[in-house]
């Protein structure tokens, strides 16, 4: 069976600090893989999503830059933090051979202070 | 720009009651439709999808509709048990992307 992980589970990070969030996909090849943030009051947003190896596809203007590294693997880094990066990130995978409109499927989620 | 609405933002029931939740979109040119769960904390885990063709779904106690026209759809839980509080989340995959409510917490009162 598939399981997805992120890591650290918690993170307290002054402004202007580097952030380095991992996300890893086991059990499956391929797959097409998502970042979302979920800030409060707010629904999930869209940050980046990669259809393959070197493959990011950014969806709004920020400081957070996506990387994938490895099939499986998927990371989202900040150079300098901002206040407004504070939220919950979210990492989720979908089936590539099934197109990306299929069911995605979640990590347990980053939550992100900014202090 | 697709928006999804989810109304109420909360809601509290007593327990053994069947309830609705609502969910309304503005652009109909959709491929699916999905029920997300998230628990205080958590990740999202999927409930049910509706693809564009289709007017409902259901998965034990939970029956979701779509009318797609009208960019609406709806989460009927029948008898409401305290396990099932969460925040509900409904999400439109159109444009290549999901696009996600602000979703509903809902309470269950023993």
């Known amino acids: 069976s598939q399981t997805i992980h992120q890591w650290p589970a918690t993170l307290v990070q002054p402004v202007g600090s580097p952030l380095s969030l991992e996300c890893t996909v086991e059990?499956?090849?391929?797959?097409?893989l998502y970042w979302y943030r979920q800030a409060a009051g707010r629904g999930l947003q869209l940050l980046f999503y990669s259809v393959g190896i070197g493959q990011i596809s950014s969806e709004v203007p920020q400081n957070l830059s996506a990387s994938r590294p490895q099939d499986r693997q998927f990371i989202l880094s900040s150079k300098k933090l901002l206040l407004s990066d504070s939220g919950f990130y979210l990492c989720?995978?979908?089936?590539?051979?099934?197109?990306?409109?299929?069911?995605?499927?979640f990590g347990p989620g980053t939550r992100l202070l900014v202090l | 720009k697709q928006e999804v609405t989810q109304i109420p933002a909360a809601l509290s029931v007593p327990e053994g009651e069947n309830l609705v939740l609502n969910c309304s979109f503005t652009d109909s040119a959709i491929y699916n439709l999905q029920w997300f769960r998230q628990d205080p904390g958590k990740g999202l885990t999927s409930l049910l999808l509706?693809?564009?063709?289709?007017r409902e779904q259901t998965s034990g106690r939970l029956n979701a509709s779509l009318d797609k026209s009208s960019g609406r759809s709806t989460l009927y839980i029948a008898a409401s048990q305290p396990g099932d509080s969460a925040t509900y989340l409904c999400?439109?995959?159109?444009?290549?992307?999901?696009?996600f409510g602000t979703g509903t917490r809902l309470t269950i009162i023993p």
């Open positions: 509706i693809q564009s063709s289709q």
């Open positions: 059990g499956t090849s391929n797959p097409n």
């Open positions: 989720a995978w979908s089936p590539s051979n099934r197109g990306p409109q299929e069911t995605q499927y």
């Open positions: 999400a439109v995959f159109g444009n290549e992307k999901l696009t």
